[in-house]
């Protein structure tokens, strides 16, 4: 059972406005989130993370938001460009440091 | 640079034909970690190495195995590859095993094995 989840394979957004790349995850001892960008032939690239005790955490264009209750994390991309397109993951970290994979978003940023 | 360095990127190889992907990182990191990607799975950990001479499995050791000689080093070995084990795979490494912004995994660029 994956304890961590992407429920949307694809996106697909106009350049300019807002990306929101969801993630679901059902283990609540995770206790640090990060969103992983994927081009195609090369290997991820680390984004940005969130830890557990915030609820938000920006970084330029990029944002995450972490809702504990809902077990629920969203990355926003505003405003979005055509370099943005990518595959992203979001990964979770348990109490042994160890990372758990969603499977993956696949933005595309229409110009 | 600063990098880690996967080969081959492409191998096409047959069943039960024994097979080594290495990789390699210049950048002094004690973590390394091996992951393979399949299709709606994301990325799944094969073993991992907090130090030479320390590995261990992760979600889906079996088929493979590992060896940290060097800390540079970090060989994925496939002594009898079967189809199952078709997937993109990557080498990854970390200055310590606590993955956060200040250690975040550094992947290389990848190795698509197929299996016939």
């Known amino acids: 059972d994956q304890q961590v989840k992407q429920n949307s394979p694809s996106l697909s957004v106009q350049e300019g406005r807002i990306s929101i790349l969801n993630c679901d995850y059902t283990?609540?001892?995770?206790?640090?989130f990060l969103w992983y960008k994927k081009y195609p032939a090369e290997g991820p690239t680390f984004l940005i993370s969130?830890?557990?005790?915030?609820d938000k955490n920006e970084d330029g264009r990029f944002t995450v938001f972490l809702n504990k209750s809902a077990k629920h994390l969203s990355l926003h991309i505003v405003p979005s460009q055509p370099g943005d397109s990518a595959v992203y993951f979001c990964a979770a970290r348990n109490a042994g440091n160890m990372l758990t994979f969603g499977g993956g978003t696949r933005l595309m940023v229409k110009p | 640079e600063a990098q880690v360095t996967q080969n081959p990127r492409y191998l096409i190889t047959v069943t039960g034909k024994k097979l080594t992907v290495t990789c390699s990182q210049n950048?002094?990191?004690?973590?390394m970690s091996w992951y393979r990607q399949d299709p709606g799975l994301g990325l799944r950990q094969i073993y991992y190495s907090m130090n030479v001479e320390v590995t261990d499995k992760g979600d889906v050791p079996e088929g493979y195995k590992v060896s940290r000689k060097e800390k540079r080093n970090f060989p994925l070995i496939l002594e009898s590859p079967s189809p199952n084990q078709t997937s993109l795979y990557f080498c990854?490494?970390?200055?310590?095993?606590?993955?956060?912004?200040?250690?975040?995994?550094?992947f290389g660029n990848g190795t698509r094995l197929t299996v016939t």
């Open positions: 950048m002094n990191h004690e973590y």
């Open positions: 990854a490494s970390s200055l310590r095993q606590l993955s956060s912004y200040n250690s975040p995994l550094h």
């Open positions: 283990n609540s001892m995770f206790d640090y």
């Open positions: 969130i830890s557990s005790i915030k």
